[in-house]
């Protein structure tokens, strides 16, 4: 195994006005990498490319930044276990906090209610916040935040849920975490997949490299990536089986804590006083930043670009195969299936596009020819749009059809779905 440090990673750049909640106005950049950290209770920025780092937010409500999101706004989103009042071992402790990308200025988004260690966060695709919070001597839970009133709900507690620690979304919108302690034998830890619908719990991996696994994410495949912070290693979980592979250890691992995807498919990880790049085929090791700020880090998180979400859509429901004639003047009913991630009554009908082909309008208002109904009957509201045949941006023998759109609050959104060309009679 190579290791690699580049000296690029021993030059920093800290710079900014001192000053309550907002250290340095500096503006954060799609692929930087922003870390958590729990000693000195700030928000750094750290240059993918040069290692330099700056203090985006510290102090304020920051105690203990464990978990790090982004919202719709390219805000920062933290989780915080000590925060608003510090730690506790009954309902009341922690919160989250949302940190102004260009000015480092906090606010409160919720705090205390059912938390008792918030540790890591995400947002979901219908915008609402998870939360895993970690039960300190009462059990875990995953927790459901509305991000406007910070209002919280329990999605799922107790079980094997004793000590979760991160967690991620796989592309059935199931919650994924690593669990530090329940589910194991002699009380190791697991990956335990939890239904954001009814809170069940299933164990997916246990024992082997897992001891009390700690951070982890999730590639384009749904394969898991997770650190041991103890045993010092990077390790793979297949998502079907539940097989352990080891990605990579020792070398300048320390104590791995969070792990996260950059843009270019490398695993970015948060590693006491640095952060370190890990190739996942190879297991190559690069340090990309070290000392400087980074006392403690632990949360970690990658601003992300123009991020496109993939939906399910099912052109013209109930009917198998998809036959489309283009010499049709007629429409084609689409269907944006919602998902317990993803609000399909968010997305805007006039940026629905099908294979090119808009969606008709109808009525001295220009109406769209959109309806809202569960076309799938899973109890959850979907968008049915009708888009005019003749717009149609396909040839004859394609088999796939693409439909790009956009919601209410800009996020993109892209689903395809088979088709049969049928030539006009």
């Excluded at 967690?167 to 335990?192: K, Y």
């Excluded at 309008?361 to 005019?388: A, H, I, P, R």
């Amino acid at each position: 195994m190579k290791y690699v440090m580049r000296l690029s990673s021993l030059i920093f750049l800290v710079t900014g006005v001192l000053g309550f909640n907002n250290v340095q106005a500096n503006l954060i950049n799609p692929g930087d990498i922003v870390v958590g950290d729990i000693s000195t209770g700030s928000i750094i920025k750290v240059d993918p490319n040069s290692g330099a780092q700056s203090v985006i937010s510290s102090g304020g409500f920051l105690v203990s930044p464990t978990g790090i999101a982004f919202d719709v706004n390219g805000d920062i989103l933290v989780a915080d276990g000590e925060a608003f009042g510090g730690t506790c071992q009954t309902n009341g402790c922690g919160g989250v906090i949302r940190i102004d990308r260009t000015t480092g200025v906090q606010t409160e988004v919720t705090s205390g209610g059912v938390f008792i260690g918030p540790l890591a966060i995400h947002v979901a695709s219908d915008g609402d916040l998870i939360i895993v919070d970690d039960g300190g001597a009462q059990l875990g839970q995953v927790v459901r935040v509305d991000p406007v009133s910070g209002s919280q709900t329990v999605i799922s507690a107790a079980g094997v849920l004793v000590d979760p620690q991160g967690f991620v979304f796989n592309q059935q919108g199931n919650i994924v975490i690593a669990e530090g302690t329940g589910g194991g034998a002699g009380f190791n830890g697991s990956i335990v997949i939890v239904d954001p619908q009814t809170g069940a719990q299933t164990i997916l991996s246990v024992g082997g490299h897992i001891v009390s696994p700690l951070g982890i994410t999730i590639d384009s495949m749904d394969g898991l990536y997770f650190t041991e912070p103890g045993a010092i290693k990077i390790v793979y979980v297949d998502p079907l089986t539940g097989n352990q592979t080891l990605i990579s250890s020792g070398g300048f691992l320390i104590e791995p804590s969070g792990i996260e995807f950059d843009e270019n498919e490398q695993l970015v990880v948060s590693d006491r006083t640095q952060v370190i790049r890990i190739d996942p085929a190879s297991g190559t090791q690069t340090v990309v930043s070290m000392g400087g700020n980074l006392v403690r880090a632990a949360g970690i998180g990658i601003v992300p670009g123009s991020v496109v979400m993939e939906v399910v859509i099912d052109i013209k429901p109930g009917s198998d195969p998809n036959s489309i004639n283009l010499g049709s003047a007629g429409v084609i009913p689409v269907a944006i299936l919602s998902s317990w991630t993803f609000d399909a009554t968010t997305v805007d009908p006039e940026t629905v596009a099908l294979a090119g082909a808009s969606v008709k309008m109808v009525g001295k208002s220009d109406k769209f020819l959109c309806s809202e109904k569960d076309v799938n009957g899973d109890n959850l509201v979907d968008l049915l749009c009708k888009v005019q045949t003749a717009e149609f941006m396909i040839e004859t023998g394609d088999s796939m059809a693409v439909l790009e759109a956009q919601t209410w609050d800009g996020v993109s959104i892209r689903g395809e779905d088979t088709i049969r060309i049928v030539p006009d009679r």
